[in-house]
């Protein structure tokens, strides 16, 4: 079964930079046309796509967020990270692992989220 586990602190100083990890198994990071994803989603709001890492190495990012997002892998860990500096209260949210399909939010069979781990930003 392909499973991702995110990891990393749930307490975040405003100005830091919040890092997470997402631990994937069952699947490789290297395997083509999969787009290991990054999506949070704000308290009271829907869903919002940070970005994504490719078995390349390729990175892509929301326009919003890329002056202060770094996506990263690690393919002898089978992991990738997240990135996101400067961070505010408004960057609060619930943070999702992702196997997509594509660019964007998508929804295909091939899809496989984690269970999602709560940032908060506060001093």
């Known amino acids: 079964q392909v499973q991702l586990q995110e990891s990393g602190p749930g307490l975040v100083k405003p100005s830091q930079t919040l890092s997470l990890t997402c631990s994937v198994s069952?699947?490789?990071?290297?395997?083509?046309?999969?787009?290991w994803t990054w999506i949070r989603q704000p308290p009271g709001k829907g869903l919002e796509w940070i970005g994504a890492?490719?078995?390349?190495?390729?990175?892509y990012y929301s326009p919003s967020l890329k002056s202060r997002t770094s996506i990263s892998r690690d393919t002898s860990k089978n992991i990738f990270t997240l990135h996101l500096s400067s961070v505010t209260p408004e960057d609060t949210a619930v943070y999702f692992c992702?196997?997509?399909?594509?660019?964007?939010?998508?929804?295909?069979?091939?899809?496989?989220w984690g269970q999602g781990t709560q940032v908060t930003v506060a001093s």
């Open positions: 890492i490719t078995s390349s190495g390729s990175t």
């Open positions: 069952g699947d490789s990071i290297t395997n083509p046309y999969v787009f």
């Open positions: 992702k196997r997509g399909s594509g660019v964007g939010l998508t929804n295909n069979a091939g899809d496989y």
